[in-house]
């Protein structure tokens, strides 16, 4: 059962325009979302988070939005960059007694074309 | 900057052999994690660990064990590994309830 769903395996964009992921939770007990840029051979890194009592967080180019009603939340990422080029996770954490967790969903592939 | 280290970054094993993943993190971190990435399925959690000699399951624990015996370093065991198991390997640490730090990861095939 997935609970973290990203369903664009892929998504294309020109440099300078925006960038926009999506993602899907089930979980009502997930209270924290973050987002992460893999590029191949390379672990996932740290990109920006969010939490369940807010519904924006920015970090200059990246902005992600929560909606909790609609278990929803999204990147956005403007304006796009070539160097943007990568797979990107969205995760999930909630805390289960001894440790927070994170479930990723299965990643959105950013192309930013020229 | 965190640093969490695999031990290889590629590993070529035989099916039924024993196989050791290595992961050493040095920012006395109490929660390590390892994940395998496969093609559509992103990161699927194996097990981890909240502190020394403990662990606990994550989604796919079978045909795997772990190992920590020191804070900073946490073991992926392969007790006999199997074709199906060929994947990318990662590992993770980090302190509070959010957001991790990875290792590069070791790209695991089985022949």
């Known amino acids: 059962d997935q609970q973290v769903k990203q369903n664009s395996p892929s998504l294309s964009v020109q440099e300078g325009r925006i960038s926009i992921l999506n993602c899907d939770y089930t979980n009502s007990m997930f209270d924290y979302f973050l987002w992460y840029k893999k590029y191949p051979a390379e672990g996932p890194t740290f990109l920006i988070s969010?939490?369940?009592?807010?519904d924006k967080n920015e970090d200059g180019r990246f902005t992600v939005f929560l909606n909790k009603s609609a278990k929803h939340l999204s990147l956005h990422i403007v304006p796009s960059q070539p160097g943007d080029s990568a797979v990107y996770f969205c995760?999930?954490?909630?805390?289960?007694?001894?440790?927070?967790?994170?479930?990723f969903g299965t990643g959105t592939r950013l192309q930013v074309t020229l | 900057d965190v640093k969490v280290t695999q031990s290889s970054r590629y590993l070529v094993k035989r099916t039924g052999e024993k196989v050791f993943l290595e992961c050493v993190q040095d920012m006395d971190h109490e929660n390590m994690f390892w994940y395998r990435q496969d093609p559509g399925l992103g990161l699927r959690l194996i097990y981890f660990?909240?502190?020394?000699?403990?662990?606990e399951k994550g989604d796919i624990p079978e045909g795997y064990s772990v190992s920590r015996e020191k804070k900073e370093r946490f073991s992926l065991i392969l007790e006999s590994a199997s074709t199906n198991q060929t994947s990318m390997y990662l590992c993770?640490?980090?302190?509070?309830?959010?957001?991790?730090?990875f290792g590069s990861g070791t790209r695991l095939t089985v022949v």
């Open positions: 993770a640490s980090g302190r509070s309830n959010y957001g991790y730090t």
């Open positions: 995760a999930a954490s909630a805390r289960t007694g001894t440790a927070s967790k994170l479930t």
């Open positions: 660990s909240y502190d020394v000699k403990m662990k």
């Open positions: 969010i939490s369940s009592i807010k």
